[in-house]
């Protein structure tokens, strides 16, 4: 029997457009604990898409327990394998107990009919369960469990299916801190039990925790396989950014601008979600939101348009009190452009006019009552010129324009009125090279002209770059701030992972 | 004690102070006569209802219901009244034919990919339309009133002992169907397909078949409660059962089955059945105006739904204190 459980040797894959692989070799040995980093955008979860079978390869071999996967491998084909994925979202079936999760599909029926014997269903989750030493009770429906629970159920029944492989995509993102040293502990009993974890994250200290060896991918290349003791953060962060100051424009110039304050925000709470969270936006500023996934960079900005309600703190906006409400907000002059363009930013069977048209109606609207249809279509007309929105046709559905147009289209909504503060969560998602760089012009256009502005990202090099001022969140505290001088990606993501010891400890003042 | 469990309680201590105001009010409440009839007529929304929840739990809707019981009344009026075939020779084939009426609903659903509700509406219209094209006529073209006078089908409208046979059928059919749902293979298969697809999909079940399965079973069960409609009316029209969509939902939503799929059973469904009809049947003996009754079930629906949402969050709110204390125990 081979020691290596997973061989992936000079994978390519491409969706059509750019090689977002590019002849990876790839391997996971038995019992280990494997994690594979890098930026985003880098090819893990292509990587990973690709080994569980969930999109095909362009080239390359895989041999999984000394077995060729084929070039027509299938989700199926991964399960039976024993390949697992434990999802983020959470695939449980609600209702259910955690014996009847554990085992869907293979539960254990009286001889000789399809009645299932509940008694010994129960008795062998419990076993399983006891066997790990977890402390969980088979008969209890899942929907009152935490999602820390839910997690060890889910690792559960894929270990019932005879995983060998298990692989988890940052599975911290969503725990408590006692919740993901539970599942380090679950994670060291799979390896004892010769189980092998292929680990997803982006925070440093549990790679290096937990990892036996880390494979650190960038931009669709294998840079660097580490073993054990070759592992730190501060190497790992040099490998994932690698090309930092040669290729890339990565050291950014802070700037204090001192406009009047536009939004100031004190001491919001929300649940263990957000702690504290004080800072201030003037005018004519760009201020980034940095941080990891589930950090808390997105919650501040839904608490502050007044999406989600807090349990404390104050806002004001240009010096009055505002108590957050999405009206309060629209009126006030807010602009927000949402994390998922597709389900909260635009409405893709309706025409650019329509979506312009939306937050803008008490402007297109007659004392009656009637909408105006020139006003509307002259909105529209306005904000596709002023953004260069292609094609240039207003009763487009801006379903079928590109993700960059798309993305356009939900700027300039709030173009249209005397916009005060623009606020963007990862605006560039998804869109390419050139409407990436269209859009930070508008940000910076409107930054000029006196627009606040606050923009959340993960992807590092954007957020340096158009940035005036960096606020950094690690578990819904403000943890730095990057107010003047020179900020490189590095700084950004030793701060957010809670390195303190820098690799660029000489650069501080 | 679980949510569920408690919901019940709730329900059945209303149950039982509404049965002691109707009682106070008109002492032919209680009578055997009355409570008789009252089951016979919850049985026969109640054998619908059942078909009904294994729908609504996996997340699916069946509006084809009541034009199912309309095709499969004329079905037994054109046995009746064209051939003289026993009960015994035509019933299963009536029911065969809501099996039938299913397997379309379920095949549009899966293989189409078309909305539930789409579908069962579209073909509510056509089963309505059919049953009046196949409605027994006379010379003149109009719609027959046929009197049943086959007596071993008039035998299922009939009385074991003082209970409806229909009745007998509607409680064995429950207890059978809640042992399929909690203990078989393909019951799991339904609660797994409403509660989360993808999952149940990933875990190797093939949900198709399922909701292939559930909407024949809901067709199936409407049929039978036809059958048991004709034989107790002695007669069969073609508007049987068009519109009786209403009670049924108001049966099952009381019952505790929500329309996001995956929870509800079918204790709760005859529980709901028996607290609608009784409702309905103490609205005529108080002597209110029968016009009422639907503004009293709407109205039942209404604070039913309102008071599972406030119910679940606040039971959810509980769960979390819990674990939260548990948490800070285990850390002290």
Known sequence: MSDILLDCRGIDKSYGGPMVLTDVDFQVRRGEVHALVGENGAGKSTLVKIITGVTGRNAGTMVFDGKTIPEAHSKKAAQELGIAVIYQELSLIHGMTVAQNILLTREPLYRGTRIIDVRRMNRMAQEMIDRYGFKLRAADVIDHLSIGQRQTVEILKALSGNASLMIMDEPTSSLTSEESAQLFEIIRTLKQRGISVLYISHRMEEVYQLSDRVTVLRDGRRVAVLDREQISPAEIIRLMIGRTLTERESVNRMVRRDGEPVLEVEGLCSGDRLRDISFTVRRGEVLGLGGLVGSGRTEVVRAVYGIDRFDRGRVKFLGQPFVPSVAGAIARGFGFVPEERRLQGIMGDISITGNVAVPNLDAITSRAGFVSGSKELEHSRRAVAMLNIKPADPERAVGTLSGGNQQKVVVGKWLIRDLKLLIVDEPTVGIDVGAKEEIYTIIRALSDQGVAVIVVSSDLPELTRISDRILVLRQGRIVKEFAEGEVTEEDVLLASSGITTGIRAEVAP | ?332
Not at chain 2, 17 to 32: D, K, Q, R, T
Not at chain 2, 77 to 82: G, I, S, V
Not at chain 2, 203 to 230: D, E, K, P, Q
Not at chain 2, 294 to 319: E, M, N, R
Request: glycine residues 12%.
């Open chain 2, 1 to 332: 004690m679980s949510i569920r469990v408690v919901r019940r309680l709730i329900l059945v201590g209303l149950m039982v102070l509404i049965a002691a105001a109707l009682a106070a009010a008109s002492p032919a409440f209680l009578g055997l006569d009355n409570l008789m009839t009252l089951l016979q007529d919850a049985s026969q929304t109640g054998i619908i209802a059942i078909g009904f929840t294994l729908v609504l739990i996996t997340a699916g809707i069946d509006m084809s219901v009541g034009a199912v019981v309309a095709v499969t009344a004329m079905v037994c009026a054109n046995f009746l009244e064209h051939t003289g075939l026993p009960a015994a020779a035509f019933v299963p084939l009536a029911l065969v034919g809501g099996c039938l009426a299913g397997a379309f609903n379920g095949w549009c659903i899966t293989r189409f990919r078309l909305p539930e509700f789409i579908v069962t509406l579209a073909s509510r219209g056509l089963l309505a339309g059919l049953a009046l094209i196949i409605a027994v006529k006379d010379a003149d073209g109009f719609v027959k009133n046929v009197f049943i006078t086959n007596e071993g089908f008039l035998k299922l409208g009939g009385t074991v002992g003082p209970v409806y046979l229909s009745v007998i059928v509607f409680f064995l059919l429950a207890a059978g169907t809640q042992f399929f749902l909690r203990r078989t293979k393909a019951g799991t298969n339904v609660y797994a397909t409403g509660a989360n697809p993808a999952a149940a999909r990933l875990s190797g079940i093939n949900t198709a078949r399922t909701l292939i399965g559930v909407y024949m079973f809901s067709g199936f069960c409407a049929a039978l409660s036809a059958v048991f409609l004709c034989a107790r009316m002695m007669t069969a029209m073609p508007d049987f059962g068009i519109g009786s969509e209403m009670d049924v939902i108001a049966a099952v939503v009381i019952g505790g089955t929500t329309f996001t799929g995956g929870e509800g059973d079918i204790w709760g469904t005859v529980i709901g059945t028996l607290f609608l009809a009784m409702v309905k049947n103490g609205i005529l003996k108080l002597g209110l105006s029968p016009y009422t009754q639907p503004i009293v079930i709407g109205g039942i629906i209404v604070v039913v739904v309102v008071v599972d949402v406030w119910y679940k969050s606040f039971a959810g709110a509980v769960a979390a204190r819990a674990r939260r204390r548990q948490a800070q125990r285990g850390q002290a």
